[in-house]
Nanobody, 126 residues
Framework: VQLQASGGGLVQAGDSLKLACAAS????????MGWFRQAPGKEREFVGA????????YYEDSVKGRFTISRDNAENTVYLEMNILKPEDTAVYYC????????????????????WGQGTLVTVSS
């Protein structure tokens, strides 16, 4: 699957931003989708994920209550809505598709994802 992320930009602390990730190729609706981010000088970290059906979402602790992942399987798109942004949210954000269809687990690691978007930069100024 090919993934194209968009929606990044420069915002101020407290603002909101919504990222989108458009997918093409293999059956999008069969795969869990994840969002990751990588800040300068840091390793890529898990932000959140949504199951293939959209029925469950998982979030890293620092974004719980502020970020929301959703998907539109009819449009082959997954979203990351980010609210109350903080300077520490500054990073390149990546969307990714899980390697296996109909994944039934709840743990997500970068190595679990086989397809990655190109990343979109989010910069939050204080």
């Amino acid at each position: 699957v090919q993934l194209q992320a968009s929606g990044g930009g420069l915002v101020q602390a407290g603002d909101s931003l919504k990222l989108a990730c458009a997918a093409s190729g293999r059956t999008f609706s069969s795969y869990d989708m994840g969002w990751f981010r990588q800040a300068p000088g840091k390793e890529r970290e898990f932000v959140g994920a949504i199951t293939w059906s959209g029925g469950r979402t998982y979030y890293e602790d620092s974004v719980k209550g502020r970020f929301t992942i959703s998907r539109d399987n009819a449009e082959n798109t997954v979203y990351l809505e980010m609210n109350i942004l903080k300077p520490e949210d500054t990073a390149v954000y990546y969307c990714a598709a899980h390697r296996f269809p109909y994944y039934s687990g709840s743990a997500y690691f970068p190595s679990d994802f086989g397809s990655w978007g190109q990343g979109t930069l989010v910069t939050v100024s204080s």
